[in-house]
């Protein structure tokens, strides 16, 4: 995904912006909210984390002006305030989640794979596809070369997630939490196991391998190794 960070604070981006790539997604940063809103204006963003208190333009502003524009990213709200009605208040802004601060990055990053999940499954997407390999999502059937692959239920969820991440390397996080629903590690070989089965069924029998391993990080599915 392509992330937006809008924060006055320098460490605390700092921070977010190498967790985040880490995590295998694309950052931009915005230390004011005039340049956050500028930056959201005329990115492609799949996500903007937004901090609350903001020089130049406050946090909720930089919403509402956004939402005015009919910009729909998703935006999670950081804050330092926690109450209820300051969480109503950036809910009604427009914002799709708000996170209080000092928080645990692992649940920023849970929050914003699942407003990720959440705007994806709101497209109208019923094929997915990479090289010659094609999911179809309404069949629940996935073919390569024209071959159909008999896929178990977490296979064909684990390769709905790597399709959808096409070319992005995704880490043992991810996928804990975007396939397991896993919000910790349990600690087992569960993925290798299912990425080792997944990768017999997909690239056992053709050329050219589809499902690359960088080591120490993750996965990725991409026509190029």
Known sequence: MRILIVEDDAKTADYLAKGLTEAGHTVDTAADGREGLFLASGGDYDAVVLDRMLPKLDGLAVLQALRAAEIETPVLIL???GHVDERV???KAGGDDYLVKPFAFSELLARIEALSRRRSSAVAQTKLNVADLEMDLLARRVTRSGKAIDLQPREFKLLEYLLRHN???VTRTMLLEGVWD???DPQTNVIDVHVS?????ID????RPLIHTVRGVGYRLAEDA
């Open 79 to 81: 804050s330092a305030v």
């Open 197 to 201: 089965r997944l990768r017999q069924k």
């Open 204 to 207: 056992r029998e053709f050329d």
């Open 182 to 184: 896993y919000h910790f």
């Open 89 to 91: 208040k950036g809910l």
């Open 167 to 169: 070319g992005q390397t």
